[in-house]
C-alpha cells in the first residue's frame, strides 16, 4: 500500500522527452517553493524563471494551483486541466487528483483539508472545512461538503460513504 505519510517524489518526477504538463507544473511549483526561502541574487532568479514556468503550465493546462499551496509530496496529478486549489487548502502526501477538481471554501469558516494517498475522482468537489481521511477514494463528480474518514470511498452529490 502507498504511503500516507512518507512522499514518493519519484511520483512527481516528469518524463524527459514526454509532454507532461502535471508534472512540469508541479516542479516549477516545488522550485519556487525551495527558492522563496533563500535570499541570495541567484535564488531570486530562479524563483523568477519558475514562477514563468508555472504559469506557462498553468495556462497550457487550465488548471489553477497557487504556488504557496501545502501540498505533501508525491502528488500525482495526470491530467491537470480545469483543476482549481484554494490557496489555504492542505493536501497530504501521494495524493492522486484528477481533472476537474475543485478543492476550496464554501464560505470564510475553513478550507478543506486533504490527508495522505487520497485518491479524487474527475469533476469532484471538496469544499468548506472539513477533512478527507487517510487512503480514502472520492468518487468522479462527488460533491463532498462533509468529512470523511479514512479509508472510506465517498460517492454523490452531495457525496455519502458507499459500504
Known amino acids: 500500500m502507498i504511503s500516507a505519510t512518507e512522499p514518493d517524489w519519484s511520483r512527481e ?10 508534472k512540469k507544473m508541479l516542479a516549477a511549483l516545488r522550485r519556487y517553493q525551495k527558492y522563496s526561502r533563500r535570499t541570495d541574487p541567484f535564488s531570486k532568479t530562479i524563483k523568477g524563471i519558475a514562477v514563468l514556468q508555472h504559469r506557462f503550465w498553468s495556462a497550457v ?3 489553477d494551483i497557487p504556488l504557496d499551496s501545502s501540498i505533501g509530496g508525491g502528488l500525482l496529478i495526470p491530467h491537470p486541466n480545469g483543476i482549481v486549489i484554494h490557496p489555504e ?4 502526501p501521494n495524493c492522486l487528483i484528477f481533472q476537474q477538481v ?4 464554501v464560505d470564510a469558516t475553513g478550507v478543506p483539508v486533504i490527508e495522505g494517498h487520497v485518491d479524487i475522482g474527475a469533476g ?3 469544499l468548506g472545512n472539513i477533512t478527507i481521511g487517510t487512503h480514502a477514494r472520492i468518487g468522479a463528480n462527488a460533491v463532498v461538503v462533509n468529512d470523511i474518514p479514512a479509508n472510506a ?5 452531495p457525496a455519502k460513504i458507499r459500504q
Open 13 to 22: 518526477k516528469p518524463t524527459p522527452g514526454r509532454f507532461e504538463p502535471g
Open 61 to 63: 493546462s487550465g488548471s
Open 89 to 92: 487548502a492542505k493536501i497530504g
Open 102 to 105: 475543485t478543492i476550496g471554501a
Open 124 to 126: 469532484a468537489r471538496i
Open 153 to 157: 470511498t465517498a460517492v454523490g452529490i
